[in-house]
């Protein structure tokens, strides 16, 4: 009963640590993508605006 929680067998702790790494994979794929994601965001809405600017000017 003194042993609980301790992973004793080899391939058992090799399955848990490709797990733990396989999941930060899988953040820094995430976040890698959402950085993706905003920087087209922010360019997109940079262009809407000098859009709107120069119909703007257009108008005057």
Do not use: F, H, P
Not at 2 to 26: E, H, N, P, Q, Y
Not at 31 to 52: P, S, T, W
């Amino acid at each position: 009963m003194g042993t609980r929680g301790v992973i004793t067998d080899k391939w058992s702790m090799r399955v848990l640590w490709a797990c733990a790494i396989g999941s930060a994979v899988s953040l820094y794929m995430v976040a890698v993508e959402r950085q993706k994601q905003n920087r087209q965001r922010m360019l997109a809405e940079g262009l809407k605006g000098m859009d709107l600017e120069e119909s703007n000017g257009e108008n005057v």
